[in-house]
């Protein structure tokens, strides 16, 4: 039998607000901060404390409804969630329960099929809970993530492959770095990936009985676990078994799913309005307001750069996924326009996309850590393009500025880089090695064509790479040619 997985997600995502949910705390790096330094009365859940709402946290999560194409609702309403839980001092949580911010979105993502939309259930706000350390044998309490604003996005149960799973977690993060909400740092906790997973016969419509993956902290965590839980379903499907619905955690070290005892099924959370926060009333001016802030939006751009600058799908894709990548491409485009020579913005395109990213990834830089300027590498280009240097030095080059922050034009005077253009000079040194080596000479003029390519080779040895290599050819192939014509 053949069998389809199904597969939702639950994303929790804090809003990088300048204070917390319902107090005036600042929101800190987590994994950073001396613990418990920002703390209050109101997110240290004292009796009595009251919360007041931060209004930038439903702006921004209002914002990121609107990117996600849903309904903003015209009323909203926090609730407690009661249960108990040493990092969550108030024994409750506030979260909008059945009342979300946002509903009935879709986020558009690219698949091997075509572009594919998937549906976006909810989107609402809750407050994030303190962190709890366990070392040597005792369990430690942080509380200064107690009370940060936590956007929850959840998916309808639309993806059907690991593919589209790991497409869609990349384009939500990549959509909430360009709205500015989130800084999509999964290794601080900021951004958190659950996967509901299903598995059904091919042709049913009905779902499957599904089980919840907790804990996926990276992008590789989430697909190396949904595909281990789609494997496990179907064995035991297969088997003529039945599938339980339960929490699961992820065992990155052993590669495999393991069965949690979530606290969620230990009681029920009794959920009521939360009396000490009106309703939220949202005017329909604010949420015009929100929307004419909306930024060009990371598929919008891919789309434009594809069409504007003449890219291919893959290098625009690659161009757009962070918004400050996107943004140096631009910068080094405007500035290749003035000048010369002209250069096209694929050329810009296939440096950043090749040597740059190349450098980054080996010295684990992102684009704003970068010591070349967009200026520098538009100057890097142009003095290949020109000739005055060639290509393979150019990457030299930019590897240099790279790692020094010296200017292109600095490097290259520096070190005497220059190609060497006097074209008499060069044949000069054409001359020498073919006198040098008859032998070689002999088997080219028997027809052995690729004996070409071993004197180009040496010329450029001889001229430390520094002449253009098919200047070179061409003077190496004139040289041989009037041999064979002495010779005949
Ligand atoms: P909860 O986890 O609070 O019970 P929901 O029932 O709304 O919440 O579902 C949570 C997530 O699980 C959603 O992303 C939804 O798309 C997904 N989901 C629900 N049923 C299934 C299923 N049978 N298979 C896969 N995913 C599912
Ligand atoms: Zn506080
Ligand atoms: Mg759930």
């Known amino acids: 039998m053949d069998f389809e997985p199904v597969i939702g997600l639950e994303i929790h995502a804090?809003?990088?607000?300048?204070?917390?949910?319902?107090?005036?705390?600042?929101?800190?790096?987590?994994?950073?901060?001396?613990?418990?330094?920002?703390?209050?009365?109101?997110?240290?859940?004292?009796?009595?404390?009251?919360?007041?709402?931060?209004?930038?946290?439903?702006?921004?999560?209002?914002?990121?409804?609107?990117?996600?194409?849903?309904?903003?609702?015209?009323?909203?309403?926090?609730?407690?969630?009661?249960?108990?839980?040493?990092?969550?001092?108030?024994?409750?949580?506030?979260?909008?329960?059945?009342?979300?911010?946002?509903?009935?979105?879709?986020?558009?993502?690219?698949?091997?099929?075509?572009?594919?939309?998937?549906?976006?259930?909810?989107?609402?706000?809750?407050?994030?809970?303190?962190?709890?350390?366990?070392?040597?044998?005792?369990?430690?309490?942080?509380?200064?993530?107690?009370?940060?604003?936590?956007?929850?996005?959840?998916?309808?149960?639309?993806?059907?492959?690991?593919?589209?799973?790991?497409?869609?977690?990349?384009?939500?993060?990549?959509?909430?770095?360009?709205?500015?909400?989130?800084?999509?740092?999964?290794?601080?906790?900021?951004?958190?990936?659950?996967?509901?997973?299903?598995?059904?016969?091919?042709?049913?419509?009905?779902?499957?009985?599904?089980?919840?993956?907790?804990?996926?902290?990276?992008?590789?965590?989430?697909?190396?676990?949904?595909?281990?839980?789609?494997?496990?379903?179907?064995?035991?499907?297969?088997?003529?078994?039945?599938?339980?619905?339960?929490?699961?955690?992820?065992d990155d070290a052993r590669g495999m799913t393991v069965p949690q005892r979530g606290k969620e099924h230990a009681h029920d959370y009794r959920y009521f309005p939360e009396p000490d926060i009106p309703p939220l009333v949202i005017s329909r001016e604010w949420v015009e307001e929100i929307r004419a802030r909306l930024p060009e939006l990371p598929r919008a751009r891919m789309q434009r750069f594809e069409q504007i600058y003449g890219l291919t799908r893959r290098e625009a894709a690659l161009l757009t996924e962070d918004h400050q990548v996107a943004d140096y491409f631009e910068r080094a485009v405007t500035l290749a326009c003035h000048g010369e020579p002209a250069l096209e913005p694929r050329t810009i395109a296939a440096w950043i996309t090749g040597e740059l990213f190349r450098l980054m990834n080996e010295a684990h830089q992102e684009i704003q850590d970068v010591r070349v300027s967009p200026k520098s590498l538009v100057e890097l280009i142009r003095m290949v393009q020109r000739g005055a240097i060639n290509l393979n030095t150019g990457k030299l080059v930019l590897r240099e500025a790279f790692e020094t922050g010296e200017t292109p034009q600095q490097i290259v005077e520096a070190k005497g880089l220059a190609q060497i253009r006097d074209v008499e000079a060069l044949r000069g040194i054409v001359f020498q090695i073919i006198e040098a080596n008859p032998k070689e000479v002999e088997s080219y003029l028997r027809g052995k064509e690729g004996v070409l390519k071993w004197f180009v080779g040496q010329v450029m040895r001889a001229t430390r790479g520094q002449a253009d290599p098919q200047r070179v050819n061409e003077l190496v192939r004139e040289a041989l040619e009037a041999r064979r014509a002495a010779s005949a």
Not at 205 to 230: C, D, H, M, P, Q
Request: aromatic share 8%; charged share 25%; with cysteine.
């Open 14 to 250: 804090e809003l990088q607000t300048r204070s917390k949910m319902f107090c005036a705390c600042p929101v800190v790096d987590s994994t950073a901060a001396e613990p418990n330094r920002y703390v209050c009365p109101v997110c240290a859940g004292m009796p009595g404390a009251l919360p007041v709402p931060n209004q930038r946290a439903i702006e921004w999560t209002i914002l990121t409804g609107l990117a996600l194409n849903c309904e903003i609702a015209e009323y909203s309403l926090f609730y407690r969630k009661n249960y108990f839980y040493p990092d969550l001092p108030s024994e409750y949580q506030r979260s909008m329960y059945d009342y979300p911010l946002c509903r009935n979105g879709y986020l558009e993502i690219d698949t091997l099929h075509g572009p594919r939309r998937v549906g976006i259930r909810r989107v609402h706000i809750e407050e994030d809970t303190g962190k709890l350390l366990h070392v040597g044998g005792v369990t430690l309490v942080d509380f200064n993530r107690s009370g940060v604003p936590l956007m929850e996005i959840v998916t309808e149960p639309d993806m059907h492959s690991v593919e589209e799973v790991k497409a869609f977690a990349i384009a939500l993060r990549t959509l909430l770095r360009y709205l500015g909400v989130n800084s999509g740092d999964m290794e601080k906790g900021v951004i958190r990936f659950e996967a509901n997973v299903s598995v059904r016969p091919k042709g049913e419509t009905r779902l499957g009985t599904r089980t919840e993956i907790k804990n996926l902290n990276s992008f590789r965590a989430l697909v190396r676990a949904v595909e281990y839980e789609i494997q496990r379903q179907i064995g035991i499907l297969c088997a003529g078994g039945q599938v339980e619905q339960e929490t699961m955690g992820w």
